[in-house]
């Protein structure tokens, strides 16, 4: 067991992301979270982009061709012979968000259906060994083993949408009301991510969009123009590290999951004024 941080406890839990729809912003919000709970827990998160048929989180942060992806692993997920050390070195290190390791998706599209549970369950049983805290993106499509597993094991499952009536109300009943409790998923156990797009948030109150999907609001995400461009310019790392405004994305819902878990960053202690002048007299040096 190498997991890099046991200062949350002996499990690590499983978050899900999931879309009601696809291109509206999920994967980014996935990934700010990620970096945001890394911050409130202070433990390792490792984020797994499960998106078998649309992975850009790799575009999102500048890794064009990225060495090793999800389907790299695919021979030791079908074996079951995934150590927890090949998985940490298959995976991107966030050099500017400390703690947040990053495996990057599926790049074989028209294989995304012969994803087998076996393999999933796999990846994600070798994943909880390595971190604290487990954040997954499964993207919009349910017709994968990838999305059915993830959900179906997490601890936290949080549906993504935004105002258009479509979205929460049109795929939010296909998926999260019809279909998730024909897996054994509960539609109630979702609680719901809502994201306010820069060209406008719709006509819908964010508490009708959560008692039409039945589930309580999490919180809500502002795609803005500036993460929209540095989407586009694979930058998004150094901006939710290092902007200001950047660094303020997901800030809030992390928070609440962080609180819900009980996860709490361990705060060194202040040094006392007399201890700091003690230190002085003695080079630096602590007895």
Known sequence: MIREGARLGAAAPLIAFVGTTP?????????????????????????????LKSAKTHRYLGIDEPSVTLDSLRP???TRALHPEKLLRSMHRCRRLSGVHVLFGNMLRDQA???????IDHLLDVAEQVFDVVVADVGAYWD????LCALRR????????????????????????QLAPVYGIP????????????????GFHVRDICNELGVPLLGEHALTEPMLAQLDSGTLEEWLAENEQGKKVMQE?????ATANGWKRQRKPAIQPWYKKLLMHRGGVSS
């Open 144 to 147: 994968n083993a990838a999305t």
């Open 23 to 51: 291109n509206i912003g999920t994967s980014s919000a996935a990934f700010a979270a990620a970096c945001r709970i890394a911050e409130e827990s202070g433990g390792s998160v490792g984020f797994l982009c499960l998106n």
């Open 76 to 78: 030791e997920l079908a």
């Open 253 to 257: 819902p992390a928070k609440a999951i």
């Open 154 to 177: 997490a601890a936290t499952r949080i549906v993504v949408t935004t105002g258009a009536l479509s979205h929460f109300q049109e795929d939010g009943q296909r998926w999260v009301k």
């Open 187 to 202: 539609a109630d156990s979702f609680q719901s991510l809502v994201i306010h797009a820069p060209w406008g948030k719709g």
């Open 113 to 119: 259906e012969f994803y087998a549970m076996e393999e």
